[in-house]
């Protein structure tokens, strides 16, 4: 048996030969990884699976969440009018964000809107990548960014259904919605996120859509609400929620999906994508602790109806600061949003006597414009060429003013054109008595006791007593 010496010289040879064997797979493996690192167009995989996966949590929260949030909130006889509008959406914007609203919105084009060299994805290859949002940044496919913004695309024309439900032609509705993509939606994305948006220039932040998809909806909605008129019997007959379960379960599915809207908007599985993943959950149950306990003291119980609009709120509020305010902030975010939210719902409306149906302008216009500016008063991380919170927020404020303004005035112009186009905006009044299901679907969501369609014996849910929620939908103005 050979000595310690020998055994130690044995060891030390049997080394030298392994190291010698894989000497060329190292090599190899470096020369790989380097040049990996040094290609321009490498695609980082676990980046794009992240960005995947959320681009199926955005559309999960048109079709059902906000499907089922905004068709619980409607009359029993206009469920699948609203169920049919988001799908449609879901449908219509899909194809004509690919024809020309990409292009719009992200092509190179001006300060105010893109230009038309990626109409029809025209250049976009497979080899084709964008940069995300990482330090240092990497490279995910271009396909895959296309689709995870078209998800944002198809959701933002949606939130305006809150607004118009009960009474608006679907014709109209399906014209309306792929006029004001290209007109509303492209622009004031492509002013905020694209490379040479003259409000992104500016150093505003707006992570995932403060100003691009809440605001821009909910001010063109409060314009759409003026121009439609109030649905018949507004403010003397009941218009309560038909499906309070439908709406608690669309919430839950829109703070669901809501992970991919913000977390997502990293476009990677990054720090950055972990804080704002943090932050909307955080802001969202802030926003719903607050929201039942005001209702608690105001009118004398919490609702469910009132935590479900809550959660939205809080989404709402923390999606543009999400990835720039700490956990702390988060908190401060969602707790003003209620404050404001639930005094435009409880006191704005009744008082301006707008028709805002689902309170597509108090949740998602205020809450957003809120979200906004909160933004700037709680970054810890300021935008480029910010040097003080006070700086970033007089930026905020330049860009939600010129949202507030051209959003509703672009709406404002479409519909006019519209209504001289189709002669009305409305299905007439005995359509709308009847109820948009049958009226302009020819369906019914449900079958009555006597075994015909229709709503039948279907009896309206009364209003709670001390009032379920400041809504239209809830309760009379």
Same mark, same amino acid.
């Given at each position: 048996?050979p ?50 996966a ?95 913004q ?49 409000? &992104?220039?500016?150093? +505003? /932040?707006?992570? *995932?859509? $403060?100003? @691009?998809?809440? %605001?821009? !909806?909910?001010?063109? #909605? ?8 109030k ?52 802001a ?19 609702t ?8 939205? &709120?809080?989404?709402? +509020? /923390?999606?543009? *600061?999400? $990835?720039? @305010?700490?956990? %702390?902030? !988060?908190?401060?975010v #969602? ?40 933004s700037?008063?709680?970054a810890a ?16 404020l ?35 008595? *009847? ?40 309760r009379?103005?």
């Amino acid at each position: 048996m050979p000595g310690p010496s020998k055994r130690l010289l044995i060891a030390k040879q049997a080394l030298l030969a392994s190291l010698a064997l894989l000497a060329p797979f190292l090599f190899v493996a470096s020369a790989f990884a380097e040049d990996a690192a040094a290609k321009p167009g490498a695609i980082d995989t676990g980046d794009t699976a992240w960005v995947l996966a959320a681009t199926a949590l955005v559309l999960l929260m048109t079709v059902p969440g906000l499907a089922l949030f905004y068709g619980g909130l409607v009359r029993a006889k206009n469920v699948l009018n609203v169920l049919m509008q988001c799908f449609i959406a879901a449908g219509v914007i899909g194809v004509v964000w690919i024809l020309v609203g990409y292009s719009l919105a992200f092509g190179e084009g001006s300060a105010f809107v893109g230009d038309f060299s990626k109409v029809a994805l025209s250049g976009v290859t497979l080899d084709s990548v964008w940069a995300n949002l990482a330090t240092p940044p990497r490279n995910i496919p271009e396909y895959v960014f296309i689709m995870f913004q078209a998800m944002f695309a198809i959701i933002t024309p949606a939130l305006i259904i809150g607004a118009v439900a009960e009474r608006m032609r679907f014709s109209v509705f399906i014209a309306f919605i792929t006029i004001w993509l290209l007109v509303v939606y492209c622009p004031i994305a492509h002013m905020v996120w694209g490379s040479n948006g003259w409000i &992104a220039k500016a150093g +505003a /932040i707006d992570f *995932a859509g $403060g100003m @691009v998809v809440h %605001m821009s !909806s909910g001010f063109s #909605g409060l314009m759409a609400a003026l121009l439609l008129g109030k649905r018949q019997g507004f403010g003397r007959e009941p218009m309560p929620p038909h499906s309070l379960p439908f709406c608690v379960t669309g919430a839950g599915l829109l703070w669901f999906g809501w992970f991919g809207f913000n977390a997502g908007s990293a476009l990677s599985a990054s720090p950055l994508a972990s804080l704002a993943f943090l932050n909307t959950s955080t802001a969202t149950s802030t926003a719903v602790i607050t929201w039942a306990a005001i209702e608690w003291l105001h009118r004398g119980k919490p609702t469910a109806l009132g935590i479900a609009t809550a959660a939205v &709120a809080g989404l709402v +509020a /923390i999606t543009p *600061a999400c $990835g720039n @305010v700490s956990p %702390m902030g !988060s908190m401060a975010v #969602g707790f003003g949003v209620c404050i404001v939210c639930y005094c435009a719902l409880t006191f704005l409306k009744p008082a301006a006597g707008y028709d805002d149906a689902l309170d597509c302008f108090g949740v998602h216009g205020v809450g957003g414009m809120w979200g906004a500016i909160a933004s700037g008063l709680f970054a810890a991380t300021l935008g480029s060429g910010i040097e003080s919170n006070a700086q970033q927020v007089v930026v905020q404020l330049k860009g939600v003013a010129f949202t507030a303004i051209y959003a509703p005035l672009a709406t404002l112009v479409i519909l006019t054109v519209l209504k001289a186009v189709f002669g009305s905006l409305r299905v007439d009044e005995d359509a709308e008595e *009847a109820g948009l299901d049958l009226s302009e679907h020819s369906e019914a969501a449900y079958v009555s006791v006597g075994g015909g369609f229709g709503e039948g014996t279907l009896v309206e849910r009364p209003p709670q007593a001390g009032g379920a929620h400041p809504a239209g939908a809830a309760r009379p103005a």
